[in-house]
């Protein structure tokens, strides 16, 4: 198990991905804000899905999952089609734009890495790859979930003298 510190430092260094984030997030286009954007990728990564399950794999409220959803089916991005096993419930599936616009999200963001890490090698790469995988696997996938940690130590007992 790695020292203390090490942690510390993981979280400090996972916190300042964020910079990484807002730069992807400026390659979005106007009309497609991140939202949106994680939406596309995982029905694309994932296919077709009801919103529950998308819900669970945004780590979001269901109601914030359903916003979403909206803005893109508004643009056209995704559909929503009955569910064959349950009429009551409705599937979500890229259309061919929500297809070409994610392909496009994709090479943004290819370019984007490839420019900033080109001094990186492919071994490199595919080190950060792999063990940005094990950390989200880790941490059971970064879904929500009850995480139970140790309760702290609790303060030392004080003592008083009379």
């Known amino acids: 198990m790695a020292e203390r510190s090490q942690y510390e430092e993981l979280a ?14 400026r390659l979005l286009p106007a009309e497609c804000p991140p939202g949106s954007a994680a939406v596309l990728s995982l029905v694309g990564r994932y296919g077709e ?11 979001v409220d269901m109601s914030v999952t359903s916003r979403h959803v909206a803005h893109v089916v508004d643009r056209g991005w995704l559909e929503r089609r009955p569910d064959p096993d349950d009429r009551r419930s409705r599937i979500l599936r890229l259309t061919p734009a929500g297809e070409a616009l994610l392909d496009d999200l994709g090479r943004r963001s290819a370019d984007l890495f490839a420019h900033h890490l080109g001094d990186w090698s492919d071994e490199e790469v595919g080190q ?6 094990r950390l989200r696997e880790s941490l059971g996938g970064c879904r929500a ?18």
């Open 145 to 162: 979930h009850a995480t139970h940690l140790p309760a702290p130590p609790a303060p030392p007992a004080q003592t008083t003298y009379t």
């Open 49 to 59: 899905m009801r919103l529950g399950r998308l819900a669970e794999l945004l780590a």
């Open 12 to 25: 400090r260094q996972i916190s300042a991905v964020g910079a990484v984030k807002r730069s992807l997030a």
């Open 128 to 133: 950060l790859n792999a063990l940005l995988a």
